[in-house]
C-alpha cells in the first residue's frame, strides 16, 4: 500500500528538514522526500497537502483512558479515537486504573485494546509502587517486558524522598525513566486551586506554588544522586521550571512536560466556580504563566502533554470543593498550541514540532517515532495552520465532556493524522484521493 502526501510543507527537528517537499510511504514506513514534480507512483493514494504542514506523528505522553474499571468516563478505544481526531499518532496511558496498572497482566491488557481499537499507538507508563500506594515497589522488570515505557505514579505522587530513591535506582536498571507528578500532599492538602490573590477572593482552599516546587527540587536532586532518567509531569510553576533549567545545566538526564491549559488560563479562570477549570496541578497566576512561556522559549520545556483526564459530567456538576480534578485535552491540544503559542510567534512550527514529537520519542526511548527519516514508521500528524474553527465539545470522541475550553475558537488544526500508513483522521474539508482520479482535495475552502 503506498500513499503519496504531495506539496505539502515538511519539517522534520530530528534530521533538519524544514521545506517543501513530497513524502512517500510505502507498507506502514517512510520511503523518502522528494522534490514536487518528481513522476507520480503508480497506484498510490494521494494527499495533496498544498498549504499544509507535514510533521512527523505526534505524541501524547501523558493521557488517562480509565480502563480497566471506568470506562464509562473513556476506554481505550474512545479515547484512541480523541487522540487521532486531534492529532495525535501515540500516547501513553497512565497507570491510575482500577486496577492500577502495576503489573505485566494489566500491561498487556491495555496494549491488546489498544490494538483492537487499531487507532493510535498505546504505550503504557507502569506503577513506580504497587497499587500506587508509595509503599513497595512494582514489578518494572515485569511490566517492561510486557511493554510499559516509564514508570509513574501520578495522581498519587510518591510521597517519601527515600522511596523515590529506591524507585529511581530501580528504574535506571531498566532503562526506565521516572515519570513524577510534584506535588507535596503535605502542602497541598485539601486544597482546590492555586494559593493566591483568586483562592482569597473566591474563599476555596489554594494549593501553594510551593508543593510543586518542594517536589521538584526534590526529584532532581534524586535525579543527580542516583543517575536515574527523571520527567516532570505538567510543571506549572516557576520554581519547577527554574529546578528543571539547574538541572540541565549540571548535565543531568532531567525533561518535563506542560499542559495546554496552564499557558492558556489563569487561575482568574476559577472565578464563576466552573469545576472545568479544576485540575492538579491547579490553573496558576499569571508570574507562573510567564515562567511557562520562558520555558517553552528557551528549551527548558521538553514536550506538550494533554493530562487528557475524562471524568463524567455528574461527577463535575458537584460543588467546586467536590469535584474531582482533571480536564479532557487531546482534541484542543493542537489547536491551543497553533493559536496561542504559534500564531503571536511565542515558537516556531519547528519547535512545535519538536515539542509534540520529537523530544516525546527521545524521552521515551522510541526508535523510528518522532523522525520522517526513510525506514522509520509512518506515522504523520498533518496541519492547517491557517484553518479556523470552533471546538463543539458535542462532537468530541471522548466519552466525557469535562472541558473549559468548550466554544473556542482557534486558528490552525490538526486536519490529517496518518498511524503506520493509514489514514485514521482526516479533517471534513480534506480527501485522499487515487492517482488518476480527478482531484477533490480542499472540498471547500477554510
Ligand atoms: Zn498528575
Ligand atoms: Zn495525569
Same mark, same amino acid.
Given at each position: 500500500?503506498?500513499?503519496? /502526501?504531495?506539496n505539502?510543507?515538511? /519539517?522534520d527537528?530530528?534530521?533538519g528538514?524544514?521545506?517543501?517537499k513530497?513524502?512517500?510511504?510505502?507498507?506502514?514506513?517512510? %520511503?523518502?522526500?522528494s522534490?514536487?514534480?518528481?513522476?507520480?507512483?503508480?497506484?498510490?493514494?494521494?494527499?495533496?497537502?498544498t498549504?499544509l504542514?507535514?510533521?512527523?506523528g505526534?505524541?501524547?505522553m501523558?493521557?488517562?483512558?480509565r480502563?480497566?474499571?471506568?470506562e464509562?468516563?473513556?476506554?481505550?478505544?474512545?479515547?484512541?479515537?480523541?487522540a487521532?481526531?486531534g492529532?495525535?499518532? +501515540?500516547?501513553?496511558?497512565?497507570?491510575n486504573?482500577?486496577?492500577v496498572n502495576?503489573?505485566?497482566a494489566? +500491561?498487556?491488557?491495555?496494549?491488546e485494546?489498544?490494538e483492537?481499537?487499531?487507532?493510535?499507538?498505546?504505550?503504557?507508563?507502569?506503577?513506580? +509502587?504497587?497499587?500506587?500506594?508509595?509503599?513497595e515497589?512494582?514489578?518494572?522488570?515485569?511490566m517492561?517486558d510486557?511493554?510499559?515505557?516509564a514508570?509513574?505514579?501520578?495522581?498519587?505522587?510518591?510521597?517519601?524522598?527515600?522511596?523515590?530513591?529506591?524507585?529511581?535506582?530501580?528504574?535506571?536498571?531498566?532503562?526506565l525513566?521516572?515519570i513524577?507528578?510534584?506535588?507535596?500532599?503535605s502542602?497541598?492538602?485539601?486544597?482546590v486551586?492555586?494559593?493566591?490573590?483568586?483562592?482569597l477572593?473566591l474563599?476555596?482552599?489554594?494549593?501553594?506554588?510551593?508543593?510543586?516546587?518542594?517536589?521538584?527540587?526534590?526529584?532532581?536532586?534524586?535525579?543527580e544522586?542516583?543517575?536515574?532518567?527523571?520527567?516532570?509531569?505538567?510543571v506549572?510553576?516557576?520554581?519547577?521550571i527554574?529546578?528543571?533549567r539547574?538541572a540541565?545545566?549540571k548535565?543531568?538526564?532531567?525533561?518535563?512536560?506542560?499542559?495546554?491549559?496552564?499557558?492558556t488560563?489563569?487561575?482568574?479562570a476559577?472565578?464563576?466556580?466552573d469545576?472545568?477549570?479544576?485540575?492538579s496541578?491547579p490553573?496558576?497566576?499569571?508570574?507562573?504563566?510567564?515562567?511557562?512561556?520562558?520555558?517553552?522559549?528557551?528549551?527548558?520545556?521538553?514536550?506538550?502533554? +494533554?493530562?487528557h483526564?475524562p471524568?463524567?459530567?455528574?461527577?463535575?456538576?458537584?460543588?467546586?470543593?467536590?469535584a474531582?480534578f482533571?480536564?479532557?485535552?487531546?482534541?484542543?491540544?493542537?489547536?491551543?498550541?497553533?493559536?496561542?503559542?504559534?500564531?503571536?510567534?511565542?515558537?516556531?512550527l519547528e519547535?512545535?514540532?519538536?515539542?509534540?514529537s520529537?523530544?516525546?520519542?527521545? /524521552?521515551?526511548?522510541?526508535e523510528n517515532y518522532?523522525?520522517?527519516?526513510?525506514?522509520?514508521?509512518?506515522?504523520?500528524?498533518?496541519?492547517?495552520?491557517?484553518?479556523?474553527?470552533?471546538?463543539?465539545?458535542?462532537?468530541?470522541?471522548?466519552?466525557s465532556?469535562n472541558t473549559?475550553f468548550?466554544?473556542?475558537?482557534?486558528?490552525g488544526?490538526?486536519?490529517?493524522?496518518? %498511524?503506520?500508513?493509514?489514514?485514521?483522521?482526516i479533517h471534513?474539508?480534506?480527501?485522499?484521493?487515487?492517482?488518476?482520479?480527478?482531484s477533490?482535495?480542499?472540498?471547500q475552502?477554510a
Open positions: 500500500m503506498r500513499l503519496l /502526501i504531495q505539502g510543507y515538511l /519539517i527537528p530530528s534530521q528538514v524544514n521545506t517543501g513530497n513524502l512517500l510511504i510505502e507498507d506502514g514506513r517512510i %520511503v523518502g522526500l522534490s514536487h514534480g518528481d513522476g507520480l507512483p503508480e497506484g498510490a493514494e494521494v494527499f495533496d497537502a498549504g504542514v507535514v510533521a512527523p505526534f505524541i501524547d501523558h493521557v488517562h483512558l480502563e480497566p474499571g471506568d464509562y468516563k473513556e476506554t481505550i478505544a474512545s479515547g484512541a479515537a480523541a487521532v481526531a492529532g495525535f499518532t +501515540t500516547i501513553c496511558a497512565m497507570p486504573t482500577s486496577p502495576d503489573s505485566a494489566v +500491561t498487556r491488557f491495555v496494549i485494546q489498544a483492537r481499537a487499531g487507532l493510535a499507538s498505546v504505550f503504557p507508563v507502569g506503577a513506580i +509502587t504497587k497499587n500506587s500506594d508509595g509503599s515497589l512494582a514489578e518494572m522488570g515485569e517492561k510486557a511493554g510499559i515505557i514508570v509513574s505514579d501520578d495522581g498519587r505522587p510518591v510521597p517519601s524522598a527515600g522511596m523515590m530513591r529506591r524507585a529511581m535506582e530501580y528504574a535506571r536498571g531498566f532503562h525513566p521516572v513524577d507528578h510534584c506535588e507535596d500532599k502542602l497541598a492538602r485539601g486544597g486551586m492555586h494559593e493566591g490573590h483568586w483562592s477572593m474563599g476555596l482552599r489554594g494549593i501553594p506554588a510551593a508543593a510543586e516546587e518542594i517536589d521538584a527540587e526534590r526529584n532532581c536532586l534524586l535525579a544522586l542516583t543517575g536515574a532518567r527523571l520527567h516532570l509531569a505538567h506549572s510553576t516557576r520554581g519547577a527554574e529546578a528543571v539547574r540541565k545545566e548535565g543531568l538526564p532531567v525533561t518535563c512536560e506542560v499542559a495546554p491549559h496552564h499557558w488560563l489563569t487561575d482568574e476559577v472565578q464563576d466556580y469545576t472545568n477549570t479544576k485540575m496541578p490553573l496558576r497566576s499569571r508570574e507562573h504563566i510567564d515562567a511557562i512561556i520562558e520555558g517553552l522559549r528557551d528549551g527548558t520545556i521538553d514536550a506538550i502533554a +494533554t493530562d483526564a471524568h463524567h459530567a455528574d461527577e463535575k456538576a458537584l460543588e467546586y470543593d467536590d474531582p482533571g480536564i479532557v485535552g487531546l482534541e484542543t491540544s493542537v489547536g491551543l498550541a497553533l493559536d496561542r503559542l504559534v500564531k503571536p510567534g511565542v515558537i516556531s519547535r512545535l514540532v519538536e515539542l509534540c520529537v523530544n516525546p520519542a527521545r /524521552i521515551l526511548g522510541l518522532g523522525t520522517l527519516r526513510a525506514g522509520a514508521r509512518a506515522d504523520l500528524t498533518i496541519m492547517d495552520p491557517a484553518l479556523t474553527w470552533t471546538f463543539d465539545v458535542s462532537q468530541s470522541k471522548s466519552k465532556r473549559p468548550d466554544g473556542y475558537r482557534f486558528r488544526a490538526a486536519v490529517a493524522t496518518i %498511524v503506520a500508513g493509514r489514514t485514521v483522521f471534513p474539508d480534506f480527501e485522499l484521493r487515487r492517482i488518476g482520479e480527478k477533490m482535495t480542499r472540498t475552502s
